[in-house]
């Protein structure tokens, strides 16, 4: 069993930054990729960044590249979400979730546990 607490969230305007926490529990943190997930009303949730067990690779969505850096901390058992440039359509529910097997991936169901949210608004 593994425990995921998000934080980090709030409502900023357009162009500043953000920071996500994701503090994992339970299962060894440092055998798994981990990802960031989103979901803005209205619409299906959708892949925003991806690395793998060591951090030694990430993945990003199109629409964050070079925007969003994720990072992890395996000593913490923390990863992260840099946001920066932050635009309107950024404004969702941000998922922090535990990979299955060491390398990252965008597919949902390449992921076995996910944490309980974290409400981003960007303002214009």
């Known amino acids: 069993q593994v425990q995921l607490v998000e934080s980090g969230g709030g409502l900023v305007q357009a162009g500043n930054s953000l920071r996500l926490s994701c503090a994992a529990s339970?299962?060894?943190?440092?055998?798994?990729?981990m990802g960031w997930f989103r979901q803005a009303p209205g619409k299906e949730r959708e892949f925003v960044a991806t690395?793998?067990?060591?951090?030694?690779?990430?993945y990003y969505a199109d629409s964050v590249k070079g925007r969003f850096t994720i990072s992890r901390d395996n000593a913490k058992n923390t990863v992260y979400l840099q946001m920066n440039s932050l635009k309107p359509e950024d404004t969702a529910v941000y998922y922090c979730?535990?990979?299955?097997?060491?390398?990252?991936?965008?597919?949902?169901?390449?992921?076995?546990?996910w944490g309980q949210g974290t409400q981003v608004t960007v303002s214009s």
């Open positions: 979730a535990h990979g299955g097997s060491r390398w990252h991936s965008s597919d949902q169901r390449e992921y076995d546990y």
């Open positions: 339970g299962r060894i943190f440092s055998g798994y990729a």
């Open positions: 690395i793998s067990w060591s951090g030694g690779s990430t």
